[in-house]
């Protein structure tokens, strides 16, 4: 196809702190026109109709009422990640666009990081390092001691495509697993890892030496783990999470962990990213707290632009969309 050809598609912009990578680019380019936000508004008049794909990499650009309205030949946005709550699904379908995420790329890696994260937590990686290293240490303390993951219980809020993954793993390291979900997996897949459902969180809550939330942020799940649910955890218990921060209420978790409530957090997602760098949380040993790596592979990372490429490529082509969204 030749280059005047090829299907206009709006990104935020190349590079940078949040630009579609570089690397990624040359690969887009052999399929798509790439119009910036800047060139867009720079030339708006002439670019309005040419516009069919929408393609949102780190939640940009920021898709609005605005915007759509003027993308009258606006077919398809392609977001990458499986999280869709910084997108406004309703206002985009009334105007008859459609939506595509990128699911199941990103969950061999987020449930490789929510392992390493108990695993980071529950031996005191981070704290130890930071003795191994110290200029003022002098000796190795023998009292300075971790708990074990090997034969824990694990609760998992979440059982899809990520939380099952995680399920696979722990069952390697022998670890009891119970798990809380909308729907019940089928006895196959529960026999598959020995996951045992819980229709009601509490009594996973109280059962488990570790909890890890993998669930999508939806109204239902926001501030899902507040200070009532804490309180039913274990006073050795760890929280993981590794879907949205707005999924824990915050406020409740820092209180939770001054007053030995649970024993510690590890968190790969706060609310704001990143948190104020005076928050309470930057400051207590038994957090341990990463920078949203879940998907954060260059494999994965590839592999999400492929997917967005073939999502954009069939909603042009009025084929069915892999990973369609819908309300």
């Known amino acids: 196809m030749e280059g005047q050809d090829l299907p206009y598609v709006l990104i935020d912009h190349i590079g940078g702190k949040h630009g579609v990578y570089e690397d990624h680019v040359e ?14 508004l720079e030339n708006k008049k002439f670019l309005s109709n040419k516009i069919r794909a929408i393609y949102m990499w780190y939640h940009r650009p920021v898709i609005n009422e605005e915007l759509l309205q003027s993308l009258p030949n606006l077919k398809i946005v392609a977001s990458s990640g ?10 985009i379908s009334s105007y008859g666009v459609k939506v595509s995420n990128t699911p199941f790329v990103v969950s061999t890696d987020t449930a490789d990081l929510g392992m390493a994260l108990m695993l980071a937590s529950s031996r005191r990686l981070v704290e130890g390092y930071q003795i191994a290293v110290s200029p003022d240490t002098e000796y190795f303390p023998a009292d300075w001691l971790g708990a074990e993951v090997s034969g824990a219980t694990l609760g998992i809020v979440g059982m899809g495509t990520i939380g099952y ?4 793993r722990a069952k390697a390291f022998e670890m009891k697993i119970l798990y809380h ?6 006895k196959e897949e529960e026999s598959a890892v020995g996951a045992i459902y819980c229709k009601k969180i509490d009594d996973l809550l109280q059962q488990s030496d570790f909890v890890l939330l ?33 999924v824990v209420d915050q406020d409740a978790l820092v209180e939770a962990l001054q ?12 609310y704001p990213e990143p948190l104020p760098r005076d928050h309470p949380l930057l400051k207590m040993k038994n957090v341990i707290i990463t920078p949203h790596i879940g998907s954060a592979t260059k494999k994965t990372r590839r592999l999400m632009m492929e997917n967005m490429m073939e999502s954009i490529q069939a909603g042009l082509a009025g084929l069915p969309i892999p990973n369609e969204v819908l309300l």
């Open 27 to 40: 690969f887009l380019e052999k399929h798509f026109h790439l119009i910036t936000m800047t060139e867009y």
């Open 82 to 91: 499986v999280g869709i709550d910084h997108l406004d699904l309703k206002l």
């Open 259 to 270: 007053n030995k409530v649970i024993k510690a957090a590890a968190l790969d997602v706060t």
């Open 165 to 168: 993954k995680v399920a696979e």
């Open 214 to 246: 993998s669930v999508n942020l939806t109204p239902q799940t926001h501030k899902l783990i507040g200070k009532r649910e804490l309180e039913l955890m274990k006073p050795t218990a760890t929280l993981i999470n590794t879907s949205r921060g707005l």
């Open 181 to 186: 979900n909308r729907n019940r997996r089928n």
